[in-house]
């Protein structure tokens, strides 16, 4: 009987499926990349520089230049120039590609910085006070706040006749300036009437009139705080709206944050053409962070528009009317009662300014500009 070798000396065999019937396998070699640097690191200057090498040649010649080097240093701002308008933020802007691979080359500690200093979080915490905000809200509207003109915690602990001295110090070398110091109390009576009536129209000096210029900004502390009657107008004629030779000034509050309040003053003729674009001539800022202080201060400050056509006069003229026919503190309706206000005004001459105010804000057909000339140049 043949013997039978063994399956052990026989030749390996290849047991391994047909090709066409093995799953298909690829080997994958490629890389990713980021298309950003594919535009602007691959793409060198070198091999631009290259690649138009007879070009700038010739361009260099017809410049009467020695070689590349010169002509890239007489259109360096050029090139500059359209490398900064070519590029995008980000991905083909070289600066911002050279930051972010240096910031991502930090060290951990200097990518994650430590927490705020005491300092710091003291800084936050008094933004986040009442006072900060409002001091922010002020900031950001425009308006300067009181800090900008004075250190208040000085001031705080000043007598209220020192601190009306400093305040009127503080805008004495502005020729421009409006200033007062008016006690809480009446700014209040005011700020109630202005909430109500934000808006509202004031006769201003008649063409005619000759004040001195160097008059101060009247007292509000006095107890009659209104000035010397102009003389009496002329009669108003049929087709004029209101008495010749008197312009009249178009006003409006704002309150831009809880411890401002500004007015703003424009002409009437601009306002009806422009509306809320016409520019004011003249600004006037309440700051209230002095009114609950001992003091019982709101510190006033504004400015009169250079060639606006209103003189130093007539703005201290307005601002005079602004508290005529808005403190109306003490008013009653009881025709019999003549009780003196606060300002020195008798409760008849306040009814019939209220009743001006109201009539306009209302947009009553009756309200008539001659009777507000003659109120504004009504002595009391």
């Excluded at 509306?275 to 700051?287: D, E, I, K, V």
């Excluded at 009169?304 to 007539?314: A, F, I, L, N, Y």
Aim: aromatic share 4%; with cysteine.
């Amino acid at each position: 009987m043949p013997r039978v070798p063994s399956t052990r000396s026989l030749p390996t065999l290849h047991r391994s499926t047909p090709p066409i019937l093995r799953p298909f396998q690829q080997r994958r070699w490629a890389r990713v990349h980021d298309v950003r640097f594919v535009t602007t690191q691959h793409q060198t200057p070198d091999r631009v520089t290259e690649r138009y090498r007879s070009k700038l040649d010739q361009k260099a010649k017809e410049k009467g230049l020695n070689d590349i080097g010169q002509l890239k240093e007489v259109y360096r701002d050029k090139i500059t120039d359209l490398k900064r308008k070519a590029s995008v933020p980000g991905v083909t802007d070289q600066d911002a590609l050279n930051e972010q691979a240096a910031r991502s080359s930090q060290p951990a500690a200097a990518q994650h910085p430590s927490p705020p200093s005491v300092a710091a979080q003291a800084n936050q915490a008094n933004q986040a006070s009442p006072q900060g905000e409002a001091q922010a809200a002020a900031e950001k509207s425009g308006v300067k706040t009181l800090s900008s003109f004075l250190d208040l915690e000085k001031a705080k602990g000043l007598p209220k006749r020192e601190l009306e001295s400093v305040w009127r110090l503080r805008h004495a070398n502005s020729p421009q300036s409006l200033c007062a110091a008016i006690p809480t109390p009446v700014y209040e009576s005011i700020a109630r009437t202005a909430k109500q009536h934000p808006q509202f129209i004031l006769p201003g000096l008649p063409a005619d009139s000759k004040t001195d210029d160097s008059s101060p900004v009247p007292d509000t502390n006095a107890e009659d705080s209104t000035s010397s009657p102009l003389s009496q107008p002329t009669e108003p004629a049929t087709s004029s709206p209101a008495t010749p030779g008197t312009p009249i000034h178009f006003l409006q509050w704002t309150f831009p944050s809880p411890t401002t309040a500004t007015v703003l003053f424009t002409h009437l003729s601009e306002y009806k053409v422009r509306g809320a674009h016409a520019q004011p001539h003249t600004t006037l800022t309440h700051h209230l962070d002095l009114a609950d202080s001992h003091q019982r201060l709101v510190l006033c400050e504004g400015a009169v528009m250079p060639d606006r056509g209103v003189s130093m006069d007539e703005a201290r003229w307005l601002v005079l009317q602004l508290q005529k026919f808005y403190n109306l503190e003490d008013v009653t309706e009881s025709e019999g009662q003549e009780k003196e206000g606060a300002s020195g005004m008798t409760a008849e001459l306040k009814r019939r300014r209220k009743r001006l105010v109201e009539k306009f804000s209302k947009g009553d057909p009756e309200f008539k500009i001659e009777e507000l000339v003659e109120e504004a140049e009504r002595l009391g």
